[in-house]
């Protein structure tokens, strides 16, 4: 475990030392080419060029913001006092840091920092009070003090940098993917070029990812156990379970709501409260498909390497652990926002106009039935 540790603290060193080579490669190439090739300009200057291209856009990941998914709203203490005292309650009880401020989106995550919690409402709508506890629980168990919670963040932080810049579009990729596969404009075959070189600097970048998922899987797989266990202990083993399946339909339902807005915004039939969509579309789900979803998920095995263990092995250690729970609260989680539809309906149209763009204009929402 601390070797692996240890090996994650060499990979930004590796990842300088790359951008070294072709930077540097490039100022020797120029200073010292001339008394080994001669004064040809293509071999010389071209050379030089290639080098410095590829070495700046190795740099394109620490520059490149992500893309984004919807604004985040930072929330007030005053909407919703009894989400943030919930909060600093689960923080005391298990001595982690709570976090000093609490944002809002339209998505169905619920992530944080060490400063900053991120919660989906549209999550928040669909889930009970006891089951959002249990989450938020999860990610404060991930910064409980005097525990490994810091330098496993640090290993994540690392072995996710590395992943995004090779498995994932940054901002930059997304706006040249769109413009050199758009059939309105010349401007994309021009900016082929630079898509090459995105791409092949996520292949210079790919043994950087494999090495940080290679040594961080252990050591991610055994804190995100620990984070488990500070949901298990909350709420107790059955409904973490429960939680797991509900997530599962969330999941499956939230696709189904963005399918379908594609074609909402053409006929100008966009909801004006997707939470409260994503809520209903949740409760349409059959039983028999939901037992569906849970097979599915319960067959899956944990792949070698993986940040995250299978679904199948963290229930198994939820049951093993037997807990009994100490929070139990079957209300809608909405009931801890002062006026949820507000806020809501806020996240709606701000996750609109960066998902959709304009043209786009408020009268044309239809409310959530």
Same mark, same amino acid.
């Given at each position: 475990?601390?070797?692996?540790?240890?090996?994650?603290? !060499?990979?930004?060193?590796?990842?300088?030392?790359?951008?070294?080579?072709?930077?540097?490669?490039?100022?020797? %190439?120029?200073?010292?080419?001339?008394?080994?090739?001669?004064?040809?300009? @293509?071999?010389?200057y071209g050379l030089v060029v290639v080098l410095l291209v590829i070495g700046l856009a190795l740099l394109k990941p620490l520059a490149a913001p992500r893309p984004a998914k919807g604004?985040?709203?930072?929330?007030?203490?005053?909407?919703?006092?009894? !989400?943030?005292?919930?909060?600093?309650?689960?923080?005391? @009880?298990?001595?982690?840091?709570?976090?000093?401020?609490?944002?809002? /989106?339209?998505?169905t995550s619920l992530h944080g920092s060490k400063s900053t919690l991120l919660i989906g409402l549209p999550l928040a709508a669909s889930c009970t009070v006891d089951q959002l506890a249990g989450m938020i629980a999860h990610e404060c168990? &991930?910064?409980?003090?005097?525990?490994?919670?810091?330098?496993?963040?640090?290993?994540?932080?690392?072995?996710?940098?590395?992943? &995004?810049? @090779?498995?994932?579009? /940054?901002? %930059?990729?997304?706006?040249?993917?769109?413009?050199? #596969?758009?059939?309105? #404009?010349a401007l994309g075959k021009l900016l082929w070029p630079l898509r090459i070189l995105f791409s092949l600097v996520k292949i210079l970048l790919w043994p950087l990812m494999y090495m940080g998922q290679l040594f961080s899987g252990l050591l991610l797989q055994k804190t995100e156990f620990d984070a488990d266990l500070c949901q298990i202990r909350l709420i107790g083993s059955k409904p973490f379970e429960a939680t797991f399946r509900t997530l599962r339909v969330i999941d499956f339902a939230w696709k189904q709501v963005q399918a379908d807005l594609v074609f909402q915004h053409k006929e100008n039939q966009l909801?004006?409260? !997707?939470? &409260?969509? !994503?809520?209903?579309?949740?409760?349409?789900?059959? /039983?028999?498909?939901?037992? $569906?979803?849970?097979?599915?998920?319960?067959?899956a095995e944990t792949a070698d390497f993986a940040l995250i263990p299978a679904e199948k092995d963290r229930l198994a250690a939820a049951t093993a652990a037997a807990a009994p729970g100490i929070y139990a609260c079957s209300l809608p989680a909405t009931i801890l926002f002062d006026d949820f539809d507000s806020l809501a309906k806020d996240v709606t149209w701000d996750y609109y106009l @960066?998902?959709? $763009?304009p043209p786009l204009e408020r009268r044309f929402l239809h409310p959530v039935v």
């Open positions: 475990m601390l070797l692996a540790a240890m090996a994650i603290c !060499l990979l930004p060193a590796l990842y300088a030392v790359l951008v070294t080579l072709f930077l540097g490669g490039a100022v020797f %190439w120029f200073l010292y080419a001339p008394s080994i090739v001669g004064s040809g300009p @293509v071999l010389l604004k985040t709203k930072l929330l007030a203490r005053d909407k919703a006092p009894l !989400l943030f005292e919930l909060i600093d309650k689960l923080a005391a @009880v298990m001595n982690a840091e709570a976090p000093k401020q609490i944002t809002i /989106d339209g998505n168990g &991930r910064r409980v003090k005097g525990t490994a919670a810091g330098p496993a963040g640090f290993a994540r932080g690392i072995s996710h940098f590395f992943f &995004r810049a @090779v498995k994932q579009r /940054d901002a %930059w990729d997304e706006s040249i993917y769109a413009a050199t #596969t758009s059939r309105r #404009t909801p004006d409260n !997707l939470p &409260r969509q !994503l809520e209903s579309a949740v409760a349409q789900i059959p /039983d028999e498909f939901r037992a $569906g979803l849970a097979v599915e998920a319960d067959t @960066v998902e959709l $763009g």
